[in-house]
């Protein structure tokens, strides 16, 4: 069965880092576009940034931009993005997504669990 | 930036009775639309691609059309198990991708 799981959530302060992890299996992992996708309490959908199957390419939603890092080991199968000065905006469950395809016109098609991440003195 | 509008926000449905969702685009996403289902507590999962390709495993009284700017999910008989948040995405001009608000489907 094709999967993503995460792992790395927990209590951050404001202005901390932290970093996030995701292990897929049961797929070529090096093909397929990869995602961190967002979602506030109580709220919807939010896509974070996405990293080309290479990891030659990736792209950040603004909110993010400067903060964020997503980056891929091909050879472990794993995923990370590494978060750093969060704010409170950023408290949100945060899903790894396996994109369809390996071009980055695919809806998302394979979602972990999710992992939550709260930013809080 | 390409802005996805659902409505309702919330959908009454009777059990048995057909369910329509809509989805605009701001812009023109050729066939790029997806839908997603997600049920409390549970993580999005991927219903319909391509405007109306069913994913895996997904049963048929779930359908989805339009073309362009407008897009529908139509639930035939909505099941017990169909309760749940419902959410377009355009994955036609990115990045961004975007998602609509969600659409909540209750009895």
Known sequence: ?121 | EIVMTQSPATLPVSPGEGATLSCRASQNINNNLAWYQQKPGQAPRLLIYDISTRAAGIPTRFSGSGSGTEFTLTINSPQSEDYAVYYCQQYSTWPPYTFGQGTKLEI
């Open chain 1, 1 to 121: 069965e094709v999967r993503v799981l995460e792992s790395g959530g927990g209590l951050v302060q404001p202005g901390g880092s932290l970093r996030l992890s995701c292990e897929a299996s049961e797929f070529t992992y090096s093909i397929f576009f990869m995602n961190w996708v967002r979602q506030a309490p109580g709220k919807g959908l939010e896509w974070v940034s996405t990293i080309t199957g290479s990891g030659g390419a990736t792209y950040y939603a603004d909110s993010v931009k400067g903060r964020f890092t997503i980056s891929r080991d091909n050879s472990n199968n794993t995923l990370f993005l590494q978060m750093n000065d969060l704010r409170a905006e950023d408290t949100a469950v945060y899903y790894c997504v396996k994109s369809r395809g390996f071009h980055g016109r695919n809806p998302f098609h394979i979602w972990g669990q999710g992992t939550m991440l709260t930013v809080s003195s």
